[in-house]
């Protein structure tokens, strides 16, 4: 079986996630370029992806962007941190290409999440398995070379040239596009 790329999806209670999404939220349309969340608003959705990918942008004090993140189809996609305490957003999330995601208001989360201590275990557990994800992420940029990184990445997920421009992926992996063109040709 093929890992996901968001390694956390392997632990969480998947299902519990897509139901409520797909049964409590609304199908909607993302344009490439537009924004599921951003730079300082609050998160209105938690989404399931059914088709289409995002991306996860922090932008610097002189504009520019920085993808920390990626998420594909049958994923997940929200302001995590912030959603859990309604505050503004650190990251934009921005459709890479045409989407469309069932989403569910944030607001309807955090009430069964009230009403239901099985599913506040499900977002506890998730949290959790978030973190693990990222932590796992920035220990990776010190103790791996650029060239290590892109190796990791481009086994695991062959196709990943398919689905995000260069720019985003050498974004992701804090290289510059002419680096990781280097890297592709098999040059360092």
């Known amino acids: 079986m093929k890992e996901n790329f968001n390694t956390y999806i392997d632990q969480i209670d998947f299902e519990a996630w897509r139901e ?3 049964s409590k939220g609304k199908l909607r349309h993302f344009a490439k370029g537009e924004e599921f969340v951003s730079i300082g608003k609050i998160g209105r959705y938690i989404g399931f992806i059914q088709s289409g990918t995002l991306k996860y ?9 920085h993808v920390m993140g990626l998420v594909f189809r049958d994923g997940f996609v929200a302001d995590w ?31 069964i999440m009230a ?24 220990v990776d940029l010190y103790v791996k070379t ?3 990184r892109y190796e990791d990445l481009i086994n695991r997920h062959p196709d990943l040239f398919d689905f995000f421009s260069l720019k985003d992926i050498a974004s992701f992996l804090k290289i510059t596009p002419t680096h990781l063109s280097r890297l592709r040709k098999g040059k360092k």
Do not use: W
């Not at 942008?57 to 962007?65: F, H, K, L, M, W």
């Not at 990251?91 to 290409?97: D, E, N, T």
């Open 115 to 138: 009403s239901d201590p099985l599913f506040n275990n499900v977002v506890m557990h998730t949290t959790v398995a978030v973190y693990g994800t990222i932590y796992d992420r920035y």
């Open 81 to 111: 941190h912030h959603f859990q305490y309604g505050q503004n957003a650190t990251v934009a999330i921005v459709a890479a290409s045409d989407c469309e995601i069932y989403c569910v208001p944030v607001k309807e989360v955090k009430e």
């Open 20 to 22: 409520i999404c797909v």
């Open 57 to 65: 942008v922090a932008r610097s004090a002189d504009g520019t962007e």
């Open 146 to 148: 650029p060239q290590q």
